[in-house]
């Protein structure tokens, strides 16, 4: 490979989105760079009163099929791959009048935003671009000659390896471009392979493909000795992803993990019902409540532990009011993350440098589809997101006693909370808000004996007469194997447990209940969360 200055002299541009066209077009004029193009950008090119020739000139064949065949020819591929000091392509050139393409700037058809419009699928089909990423393969192959562009944020790099190479790239650029370029097709056949998957209902292909954009070059990892970065896959679905950053540092890698796990756990609460609010440390709620303001929400979701919420993370269900704000600030909180903010709060906030403002337009929608990817050694684990939701037509009453309506309210709200806390979870749950949560414990016993403990705590720190799990409600992520969890529970106060069912000893744990006078319900759906 060649280690000197490669000169761009012939340059063939064909792009679907025309940002930046024009300047980069003039520019590359005004090196001497002969302009070659197809189509749309051929017109734009000309229209900007730069001279440009159609590729179908040097083809000899006009574009036809709808502009299908336009590209897909010797005379510009030939021109892409040749090997510039290698004498039986120079020959191949002469013999054929190839002229060499020394700079292609491609970017692709609108693809994904054609699926993510809710497209037909013989539009999508026809969205798929063929000579393209065609094109963009054959110039980064021949990177030790040719320089390849596929985004437009790259137009300013290549004139500046211009203006600063005598009209010439240097291989470390090229180099660069190659890799971006390579990246960009391999993401777009993952799109496309992916849809495709979709549409004929092949949940698990032979071969899956996965995709991202760099969003954020990270400080570091979960520590500080692993290096990471934030990627994002295109996708609308609101969230830490799409968020607007109103002020503070940037958002560190466990900012980015428990933020999403926060905004996913309110938006399990619909706002028409009311505030909500969710306090998160390290991926696991330390309190969710509901209130008649936000305010409230905020403080009854911060009763439940007023210590894990320090260095933690706040997710709201509704705008961000001032007096909320205001509340917040009294510790220190990494990042709150709404659908929207008042001008009130964002003052308040102002004064907290170190605070991390997120605005997202709205939340995600808890029953969407989708998939969920996790790294393991030597491959991938993909499955559906936690999609399930329940009604309460769903709920099988199965003690002698019924659940009264408040205690079915707190029992489908703790449902809810249980479903975004780490296995084994246990959920305590008094008037709309969670009294005590035990997470991710290797024994269901102890997250029930932990999650009674925590109420404790907070009977004491607020100078409650009673431990708050009495007249609660309880809620399992999965079946108590076992009756002492659940005689736990109830020795805790619970009057109603909430848990899916399905045990070998379903029996004895009813029987448990009944003895207790407790009011079981099964969902026939469990929620682990590893």
Aim: hydrophobic content about 40%; aromatic content about 6%.
């Amino acid at each position: 490979m060649p280690s000197n200055i490669v000169p761009v002299k012939r340059a063939l541009l064909s792009v679907s989105d025309k940002t930046g066209l024009t300047d980069l077009a003039q520019k590359l004029h005004n090196h001497g760079v002969e302009l070659l193009s197809t189509g749309g950008t051929a017109k734009a090119i000309r229209d900007a009163g730069l001279p440009v020739k159609d590729v179908s000139e040097i083809t000899d064949f006009p574009e036809m099929m709808d502009g299908r065949v336009k590209t897909l020819h010797p005379m510009v591929h030939g021109g892409l791959l040749a090997l510039r000091d290698n004498p039986d392509h120079v020959a191949a050139m002469e013999e054929h009048g190839i002229g060499g393409i020394d700079l292609l700037v491609v970017n692709l058809y609108p693809f994904e935003a054609t699926v993510a419009a809710g497209a037909d699928y013989d539009t999508c089909i026809e969205n798929i671009d063929i000579g393209g990423p065609a094109m963009i393969r054959a110039a980064a192959k021949n990177l030790g000659f040719v320089t390849v562009v596929v985004d437009v944020e790259d137009y300013e790099g290549i004139i500046w390896e211009l203006d600063n190479h005598n009209g010439g790239t240097c291989p470390k650029f090229r180099k660069k471009l190659a890799q971006i370029a390579y990246a960009r097709t391999a993401a777009y056949d993952a799109a496309v392979s992916t849809w495709m998957a979709d549409a004929i209902d092949r949940p698990n292909p032979r071969r899956r493909a996965i995709a991202g954009t760099l969003a954020q070059t990270l400080r570091y990892g979960e520590n500080p000795h692993q290096s990471a970065a934030f990627y994002v896959d295109g996708s609308d679905r609101p969230g830490v992803a799409t968020a607007e950053q109103h002020q503070g540092k940037e958002l560190s890698y466990n900012n980015i993990n428990d933020t999403d796990a926060a905004f996913e756990l309110v938006a399990e609460f619909d706002p028409a019902d009311g505030p909500a609010c969710a306090i998160i440390k390290h991926a696991n709620p330390c309190g969710v409540a509901r209130g008649a303001t936000m305010i409230e929400a905020y403080k009854a979701a911060f009763n439940t532990d007023n210590v894990s919420p320090f260095g933690g993370i706040v997710a709201l269900n509704q705008t961000l009011d001032g007096a909320t704000a205001e509340e917040i600030t009294k510790i220190f909180t990494e990042v709150v993350i709404a659908p929207d903010v008042t001008d009130e709060a964002k003052s308040i906030f102002a004064k907290k440098k170190n605070l991390r403002l997120l605005t997202t337009g709205g939340l995600p929608d808890v029953t969407e589809g989708g998939r969920t990817w996790r790294k393991v050694t030597g491959g991938y684990l993909v499955q559906d997101r936690d999609n399930g939701h329940l009604t309460l037509e769903d709920l099988k009453v199965v003690t002698k006693r019924a659940p009264s309506d408040a205690e079915l309210a707190d029992l489908m709200f703790a449902w809810r909370v249980a479903k975004h806390v780490k296995s084994n979870a246990i959920v305590y749950v008094k008037d709309g808000a969670t009294v005590g949560i035990g997470a991710g414990q290797m024994s269901r016993v102890d997250s029930t004996r932990i999650a009674a403990r925590k109420a404790q705590d907070m009977a004491e720190v607020l100078g409650l007469s009673e431990v708050p799990t009495k007249g609660s409600v309880v809620a399992s992520d999965a079946f108590f194997p076992f009756a002492d969890g659940l005689i736990t529970a109830a020795e805790a106060g619970a009057t109603a447990v909430i848990q899916p069912g399905g045990s070998m000893r379903d029996a004895e744990v009813i029987a448990a209940a009944d003895e207790a006078g407790l009011a079981m319900v099964f969902t026939g759906m469990r929620h682990f969360r590893h």
